[in-house]
């Protein structure tokens, strides 16, 4: 092959031999440099040598991307590799390969890194959301409503009285990220809540415990709380006692000015709810949400949806029969609001404690006529499998648990008795007259 020093004009001069599909021209220079010409008129720099025996040829680039020493200096550097016995094509993917996984690896060092600062920056009032939504479809109504209450941020226009709402016990914690709550922070929360409010401190710390265990099963938020963060000694040491409030029931001797108040209310709904509260044992929310559909008045029962087993059938007795069948039916609800958004009986706990004023009788919770309703029936030794299946108690023994499932008929034997019992203390005269119920008289 001919070659000769590669100069721009040569270069610029050089065309395709006419008659061929392309033309060379070899730089003395540098070794395999040569210049391609192709009768469509297109010029390259291209490298030729060989490597065991057999010819390879690479293209460099045109004449209007490279300076002739740049291209020069490529030959030389592909000629450097051939003497080493590689391909440079080989050679080159294999960079490309490493040069591609390198940006690979810079690029996911850089998600992780964005992906951490944004775990580090997430707070709880800006998961909590993103946790209720998620379970919501496996939540009661009242079980959500627990947990928007407890983050509420307060400071509305009550509904009902006068002042604004007060923030509920996580308010406080909205704004502080999840790797900040550690079980030293938790602790000094829950310390300052239990002043004030013990049992709501301790319904948020039991919902707070599920939130945390929640996290860490999401990928996306595991790892964020610092682990055993409400297991920490700082968190047992300030946890409110679960001891019962002291005389949070009705004695015996309290029946007669509780009921003669109750059945004073101008508010018939609050009224029968109250009283059937104490005489059915039920809980305060599962009782609220009684609808008539599952009021049997032929049959005389009603089926409670139970937050333990699911739903319980339970006696109607004669005098809660009578309450609920002098309700209006509004709505779906037996205990129905005209005001509630939910068309349910809202907040019955302030006029109970005005009732509980009138009759000169200590403070008493809703929770508190439950606890009543247990304590009283033992009055009558009524037996203890009996009224927790009344009242909806997990089986505490396991002949309970595997062994007694009490048919409704026994359970209304005994139930009519403490309804009975109850009203007799209270010196109400009631005697149901079938098929229609009535109030004798009341002293």
Partial sequence: MA???????????????????????????APGLGLRAT????????????????????????PGTWTILEAQAEARRLKVIIDQGKDPRQVKAAGLEAEEKARDIRRAEAEAKELQNRR?????????PLYVESRR??????HIRDHENVVRVGGVQKVRGKGVTEPGPLASLLDVRLSNLTGKHIGAWLAKEAETRPTQAALSFRLLSVFVNWCDSQSEYAGLVPTGACKAQQV???MPSKNAKEGDSLQREQ???????????TNPVQSAYLQALLLTGARRRELAALRWVDVNFEW??????????????????????????????????????????????????????RALAA????????????????????????????????MGHKPSAIAEKHYRRRPIDLLRMWHVKIEAWMLEQAGIDFVPVSPALRLVSAA
Avoid at 120 to 128: D, I, N, P, Y
Avoid at 137 to 142: A, C, D, G, I, P
């Fill in 359 to 390: 009759a000169g009788l200590p403070d008493l919770t809703l929770h508190g006529l439950r606890r009543s309703f247990g304590s009283l029936a033992e009055w009558l030794e009524t037996p203890a499998g009996i009224v927790a299946q009344i």
């Fill in 255 to 265: 029946l007669a000015p509780w009921f003669n108040a109750v059945r004073q209310m």
């Fill in 120 to 128: 580090e920056t997430l707070t709880l009032g800006m998961v909590w």
């Fill in 300 to 353: 005389q029962s009603m089926t409670i949806r139970d937050k333990v087993e699911g739903e319980r059938t339970v006696p109607l007795c004669p005098y809660v029969a009578h309450l609920l069948a002098a309700l209006p039916r509004r709505n779906e609800w037996v205990f129905s609001s005209p005001t509630s958004a939910n068309g349910q009986l809202a907040e019955p706990t302030p006029g109970h404690k």
């Fill in 137 to 142: 479809k496996r939540w009661s109504e009242w």
């Fill in 3 to 29: 070659k000769v020093k590669f100069t721009a004009g040569r270069v610029s001069a050089f065309t395709c031999e006419e008659g061929k599909s392309q033309s060379f021209l070899w730089d003395s220079d």
């Fill in 39 to 62: 009768a469509n008129g297109a010029k390259s720099y291209m490298f030729q040598a060989k490597l065991n025996g057999a010819a390879i040829r690479i293209t460099i680039g045109a």
């Fill in 236 to 238: 047992r040491d300030e």
